[in-house]
Each structure stands twice: as structure tokens, then as C-alpha cells.
């Protein structure tokens, strides 16, 4: 398939594709299943199985798979890059102009964001909780990782949660038998998939030697956070913030970009830009990006060739069933902490936060909708008091 026209394919969706990362699966398929059929049901169900248990962004990695399907690696690397550069320039230019946002109405703009970021947050524990924990050991692992990450949000301790969680998860959290995948794979190197993973690893441990300098320090932190990231875009959160605040940024600022990150369209990772710029600049955005989204390629490119045969192993299913649960507690820690105790200043923002996240649970409004409801408040309470 002509590379260029799978670019512009993906630049459409990612111009368009408001809501999130479970939003943008429903637009791949009604675009690219129902509409182009470029693959079908079953194929495309079988990828976004893996891209929802592989570390990464799930709707930019099911970007990355179709794209090589389509394309092979240039293929890969246009569905990308089409994806994620409406989202990248938008948060780019956000941060660009964020510094001049000083005092007055833009600190208005900066608390309903980070209020915005706590009822984001706070549906995106409650949906991943209703989907990872439906059994009581379940439950039990993601309680316990909350509880010890209020304490300790510090990089090992989220890797160590991780690898006790995936240990449990095989104790206590079998996998029913899955049916076999008939899923057409293109041809292959048979060897190009494990080179892959060996460079995946390989730069988990070439990286850290690299980080006496900032910019090595910056690469290892995006490329280790986009390699141990489960659950999907909302868990960059807590794993930036533990690495970045306050040593490159302030709190305040980050939990500004996420916010934005939230209502341009397009992969939550292009918050990555966004945290580069704030942080050392243009140079840093885009290495901050580009870093951030390479295990996803490294990983859809090792694993995808073998996942319909490897999806089948109970064992491997049950690890990923306790990584998942853990993820849930992981992101209700930093609900909390830092989320929580950086956006709520008071009995009035409890209260705003609780009937809108209410809403959100009865009926869903458009994101830009509740975003709007926050500005009206607080523009509304900065006016009384002027």
C-alpha cells in the first residue's frame, strides 16, 4: 500500500478522534474494518487484545500494527506519525504559550485543568476497575499496590508492585482457554521479531549509562516510562510525575498539560511534548516524544508476528491478569496523590468534582462539555471575589 495514503488516512483520524483511547478503537474500526476493510473482525480483535496487555498506548499501538500490516515498517511508521502529529503540535504550541499564562484569568484556566484532570482520572480508575477487578483476589492486588504506592510513588517500588502483581496474578488469577486465533499474519523474517525485543531490552539497559547528562537523563526516563506502562495512556501519570516533579517541572505545570492533553484529539502520549518543551524546549519535545512512543514500535514489531500463537499460553494471560489489577491501584494512588492533593483546594472543588464525576457515571457528556462547566464555575468564583 502506498505510504503516503496511509499517512494521510491516519493524519484524518488523528485530527478527529476525540475521546480517549477506547473512542479512538471504535473510529480505527468504523474507519479501517467497516469502511476500508483493510482487515478484518477477527484480525482486528486479535490486535487490540495484544495492544491492551503490551506496555504502551493502546489505540496508537493498534495505530502502529495496522500500519505495518498494511505497509510493513514504513507502513508502521507513517499510521504513526499521520496519529500522533495533530495531537504533538497542538500540545507543543500549548506549551509554547503556557509560560505567558500568569496570574489573573489564566490561573482560572490552570485550576479548572487540573480539576479536569481529577474527574478524568477518577473515570478512568473506575472503568479500568470494573474491567481488571471482577474477582476478589483482584481486588485484594489492586488495593494493596494502592496502599503501597500512597507511600512510596518512586520508580522501583512501581516495578516491584508490578513483578508481585504478575507473581499473584498466576497464583490467584487463572485464564480461561481461548480459542484459537484465524488471523492471517503477513510473511516474516523469522529472526527480525526476537532482534527486536533484543533492542527493546537492550536500550532498558544501554539508557541509564547515558543519563549523566540531562538529555540522557531525559531519554531513559520517556523510554523507560513508555516501555513499563500498562493500562494505557492515563498511566503515564503517576510515572512521569514520580520522575519529572519537581526536578524538571513544577506539579502546577504538569497537571496543566495533562489536563490540555485531555481535550486535544488524537494518543494521550503526545502529552510527552507538551512535558519536553516545558522542560528544556523545542529539542526536548521532540526526544521526549519520539522516546516515549518507541517501545511501542520495538514491541508491536517483536511480539505481533508471534502473539496469536503466544495469546494461547494460560500462564502468560494470568501474569497479565495480575499486572492489570495492580495497574488499578497504581492509578488510584495517584488519584490521590499527587492528583488530588495538588487540584483540590477546598470543600467547593470536592463538591464540583463529585457531581460532575456523577454525571459522568449516569449520563457521559462530551469532555469539552465538562471541561466547559469547570471554566463557567471558576470564572464565576473569580468574578465574586474580584
Not at 89 to 113: C, D, K, N, P, Y
Not at 151 to 172: D, E, K, T, W
Not at 335 to 351: A, K, N, R, W
Amino acid at each position: 500500500m502506498n505510504v503516503l495514503h496511509l499517512f494521510w488516512v491516519f493524519f484524518c483520524l488523528g485530527c478527529t478522534s476525540f475521546g480517549g483511547p477506547i473512542a479512538h478503537l471504535g473510529y480505527f474500526r468504523a474507519e479501517l474494518v467497516e469502511k476500508r476493510r483493510w482487515l478484518g473482525e477477527q484480525q482486528y480483535a486479535d490486535l487490540v487484545a495484544l495492544c491492551q496487555i503490551i506496555p504502551g498506548p493502546a489505540s496508537s499501538q493498534v495505530g502502529i500494527g495496522i500500519g505495518y500490516l498494511r505497509g510493513g515498517y514504513l507502513g508502521a511508521v507513517a499510521a504513526w506519525l499521520g496519529f500522533t502529529l495533530p495531537s504533538a503540535v497542538l500540545m507543543l504550541l500549548f506549551a509554547m504559550g503556557f509560560s505567558h499564562w500568569q496570574g489573573g484569568w489564566a490561573e482560572v484556566w490552570i485550576h479548572s485543568l487540573k480539576l479536569f484532570a481529577v474527574i478524568v482520572v477518577a473515570g478512568a480508575v473506575w472503568g479500568m476497575a470494573k474491567a481488571f477487578c471482577r474477582s476478589l483476589p483482584a481486588v485484594w492486588i489492586a488495593v494493596l499496590s494502592c496502599g503501597v504506592l500512597v507511600f512510596s510513588s518512586r520508580i522501583a517500588v512501581q516495578l516491584a508492585v508490578i513483578g508481585v502483581a504478575a507473581l499473584l496474578g498466576l497464583r490467584f488469577l487463572p485464564a480461561a482457554v481461548k480459542p484459537a486465533s484465524q488471523a492471517v499474519m503477513p510473511s516474516a523474517n523469522k529472526r527480525l521479531p526476537w532482534l527486536w525485543l533484543a533492542v527493546f531490552a537492550g536500550l532498558l539497559l544501554v539508557l541509564p549509562w547515558l543519563a549523566d547528562s540531562a538529555s540522557g537523563r531525559f531519554l531513559d526516563i520517556f523510554y523507560r516510562t513508555g516501555a513499563m506502562v500498562f493500562g494505557g495512556g492515563h498511566v503515564v501519570l503517576p510515572v512521569l510525575s514520580a520522575q519529572l516533579v519537581p526536578e524538571y517541572l513544577d506539579e502546577s505545570v504538569f497537571l496543566s498539560g495533562y489536563g490540555l492533553a485531555q481535550i486535544v484529539p488524537g494518543p494521550l502520549f503526545s502529552f510527552a511534548s507538551f512535558l519536553g518543551y516545558a522542560a528544556g524546549g523545542a529539542g526536548f519535545a521532540v526526544w521526549a516524544t519520539l522516546a516515549l512512543f518507541l517501545p511501542s514500535f520495538l514491541l508491536v514489531f517483536g511480539v505481533l508476528p508471534y502473539w496469536f500463537e503466544w495469546s494461547e499460553n494460560r500462564q502468560i494471560r494470568a501474569a497479565l491478569n495480575g499486572i492489570n489489577a495492580a495497574v488499578v491501584g497504581l492509578l488510584a494512588a495517584a488519584l490521590y496523590s499527587p492528583i488530588g492533593t495538588e487540584s483540590l483546594h477546598g470543600v467547593t472543588d470536592v463538591l464540583l468534582v463529585a457531581v460532575l464525576f456523577g454525571i459522568q457515571l449516569k449520563r457521559p457528556l462530551p469532555l469539552w462539555a465538562v471541561l466547559a462547566v469547570l471554566l463557567s464555575v471558576q470564572s464565576l468564583k473569580y468574578v465574586l471575589v474580584m
